[in-house]
């Protein structure tokens, strides 16, 4: 079938599922956030999760180390219930290339926050809907009224006041109308990738090496002698290379990331690459998943055969979702820049501080950026996408530009970003206000009773 024909659904009536103060679609990173600040200020919260689980690449897509360090609030409180329970390592800084140190928030175990969010969201009184697809808004003209989900149960609708879109890519802001551009100015967007994990590596063995060889693993954080959390090694750019050369065959990305977790034989590893896919086009996911299995078995070889520690490792776990960095960016009042986020951005309407790792993947396929910069501000007005009423994104698809973006959509941020749209949703319910004429000061105040900063 061509993209040109179309076919048309026969009208139906949708039954109402549910009726609340606020829905959030999507819990990755920033939805349970969301959700958890808005059912604690009373209100009645729906969170809808297209998986099984909460945490989306945090968890499930086993990206499980914010690229950055948590400074506060709901978060900081998630992480160290994760940390009371041995599910969580502490922060550590890691060297760059002997040119700078960054702070980052060590990994957590996956499936223990997998548990510790969905209870979180419980004790704030949040229905969660999972495996629930959020299909498509209900609009009476600019003014969002809830969402249609798909599910077991067939096609339903969810209403509500307010709704926060932390789907990441922002599926709902965008069929409500609201502008957005895609990636860069060009409208290419960073390369999508899988995580993988490994078990048996003879993680002494390996430390060791890493340590003896600063060459082949410039930017690290290397403990001698505690490995579980405590291991972050990027690089081994030349061996990957000899490899290539050796085994003649190609891989995308020309470095790999390392990480323990809990214990002190399992290894996560960050190193599969797909250019120019789009992580809106079904086609392009579905083609992009095989070419990463293919480079998954390449790097498990490279690693068995080339690293020390790895002699006996194998896969015993590969992520179930396709790591998107980049898609949607809405348009707000104001959209973050690369000088805002590099220059100690300062805003009158901040919403949180926010300190993760610049980490830019070259759309092309070349080198990365992961660099230190000052802490910086979130306004809350890029959570305010255009020409849509009672709505906030919040996540990945906030109004950054693609530089901006290499700050943004990294963990931390998307988890303040989620924690101020569901307290700034709850206002506006709680005093009959649009999200876009409440109370700044008492949105900010909310955010600092939880010991987030709001000024960098």
Avoid at 129 to 143: K, V
Avoid at 423 to 429: E, H, Q
Wanted: with cysteine.
């Amino acid at each position: 079938m061509s993209k040109t024909e179309f076919i048309t659904e026969p009208e139906k009536k949708i039954p109402v599922l549910l009726d609340v103060d606020v829905v959030v679609v999507g819990a990755g990173s920033a939805g349970p956030f969301a959700a958890i600040a808005a059912g604690r200020m009373g209100l009645k919260t729906v969170l809808i999760e297209r998986f099984g689980a909460l945490g989306g690449n945090l968890t499930i897509g086993m990206n499980n180390k914010p690229s950055g360090a948590l400074l506060g609030g709901i978060p900081m409180e998630f992480w160290k219930r994760l940390q009371k329970q041995g599910a969580a390592g502490t922060s550590y800084i890691a060297d760059l290339e002997g040119k700078q140190t960054i702070e980052l928030c060590a990994p957590c175990d996956s499936e223990i926050a997998k548990l510790e969010l969905t209870k979180m969201c419980i004790e704030a009184g949040v229905t969660i809907l999972f495996e629930c697809l959020a299909a498509a808004p209900i609009m009476d003209g600019s003014t969002i009224k809830g969402v249609i989900i798909e599910a077991k149960g067939g096609r339903q609708a969810i209403l509500g006041k307010v709704v926060v879109d932390c789907s990441a890519d922002g599926d709902i802001a965008a069929q409500a109308g609201s502008p957005f551009i895609l990636g860069n100015e060009k409208g290419d967007m960073q390369p999508v990738s899988l995580f993988f994990k490994v078990n048996q590596v003879d993680m002494k063995k390996f430390a060791e090496w890493a340590l003896a060889n600063p060459e082949d693993v410039p930017q690290r954080a290397i403990s001698k002698d505690n490995w579980e959390y405590n291991i972050w090694a990027t690089g081994f750019t030349k061996l990957l290379q000899k490899f290539q050369k050796d085994k003649g065959v190609k891989l995308v990305r020309e470095n790999i990331t390392l990480k323990t977790v809990k214990g002190d034989t399992e290894i996560y590893c960050n190193n599969t690459r797909v250019i120019e896919s789009s992580g809106l086009d079904v086609l392009d996911i579905s083609k992009a998943i095989p070419e990463i299995y293919r480079q998954i078995e390449l790097n498990m070889q490279f690693l068995k055969e080339y690293i020390p520690g790895f002699e006996n490792a194998y896969i015993n776990q590969v992520s179930s979702i396709l790591g998107v960095r980049e898609t949607r960016h809405f348009l707000s009042d104001h959209m973050l820049t690369i000088d805002d986020v590099t220059k100690s951005g300062k805003f009158e309407d901040s919403i949180g501080v926010d300190k993760a790792a610049m980490d830019i993947h070259d759309v092309k396929g070349g080198g990365m950026r992961f660099e230190d910069y000052p802490p910086y501000e979130i306004p809350y007005r890029v959570l305010l996408p255009q020409k849509v009423e009672q709505l906030l994104v919040a996540g990945r698809c906030i109004s950054a530009d693609h530089y901006a973006h290499g700050r943004t959509r990294n963990i931390p941020a998307c988890m303040t970003t989620g924690q101020a749209a569901g307290f700034a949703a709850a206002i506006a319910v709680k005093t009959g206000k649009n999200v876009r004429d409440i109370d700044i000061k008492l949105l900010q105040e909310e955010i600092k009773k939880t010991n987030m900063p709001i000024k960098a």
